[in-house]
């Protein structure tokens, strides 16, 4: 099984500075035939499904603000927001989708300090 | 729009069964693998069961298999997931999640339903 690592799992930052969460798998996830990263990024508010943000690692979703980025690639990547928002404080999940057992981080809690 | 409704959880006995559906509404249901996760209380993610667009092939999480089975109706656009032998560890929100392209079921999750609770207590 492909174990997915987050760090840190809490996070707090001031309105408008940027926010920085890593994610680490035990395995690559990057298939090589087609030379892309199969790992995907969501935010989760209480009580809501999570979002989809980015996937193939660093492709945002449409309607995601561009403040969110994604990077990295075979076993380590990262999930930016260059300035956060009211509306950011979530729990962000990272996600492979490279080999089953699917399976998806720990949940990193990110909030305004 | 793309629209995901799960329904069938409740409150049930362990060693129990009770099947879940999601509906699916808004794009071409039988063109899309599609999974269950769940979320046990105050927990993470927990991927479940994944089915291919046309039924063929299933995967489970070690957790649930041989107690799950995942299913769907392309005809009825809709997509199930049979839960026997209920243990209280199986406490959780279950959600159905489309993936985000055709021509495969490995791929991220672009829909997630709002999600059904399956309480496990006698």
């Known amino acids: 099984d492909i174990v997915m690592t987050q760090s840190p799992d809490s996070l707090a930052v001031s309105l408008g500075e940027r926010a920085t969460i890593n994610c680490k798998s035990s395995q690559s996830v990057l298939y090589s035939p087609n030379n892309k990263n199969y790992l995907a990024w969501y935010q989760q508010k209480p009580g809501q499904p999570p979002k989809l943000l980015i996937y193939?690692?660093?492709t945002r979703e449409s309607g995601v603000p561009d403040r969110f980025s994604g990077s990295g690639s075979g076993t380590d990547f990262t999930l930016t927001i260059s300035s956060l928002q009211a509306e950011d404080v979530a729990v962000y999940l990272c996600?492979?989708?490279?080999?089953?057992?699917?399976?998806f981080g720990q949940g990193t809690r990110l909030d305004f300090k | 729009q793309v629209h995901l409704v799960e329904s069938g959880g409740g409150v049930v006995q362990p060693g129990r069964s009770v099947r879940l559906s999601c509906a699916a509404s808004?794009?071409?249901?039988?063109?899309?693998?599609m999974h269950w996760v769940r979320q046990a209380p105050g927990k993470g993610l927990e991927w479940v069961a994944l089915i291919s667009s046309d039924g063929r092939n299933q995967e489970y999480g070690d957790s649930v298999k041989g107690r799950f089975t995942i299913s769907r109706d392309n005809s009825r656009n809709t997509l199930f997931l049979q839960l026997n032998s209920l243990r209280p560890e199986d406490t959780a929100v279950y959600y159905c999640a489309k993936v985000g392209l055709t021509g495969s079921y490995m791929f991220y999750f672009d829909y997630w339903g709002q999600g059904t609770l399956v309480t496990v207590s006698s």
């Open positions: 996600h492979q989708y490279y080999s089953t057992p699917i399976t």
């Open positions: 193939w690692a660093s």
């Open positions: 808004g794009f071409t249901f039988s063109s899309y693998g």
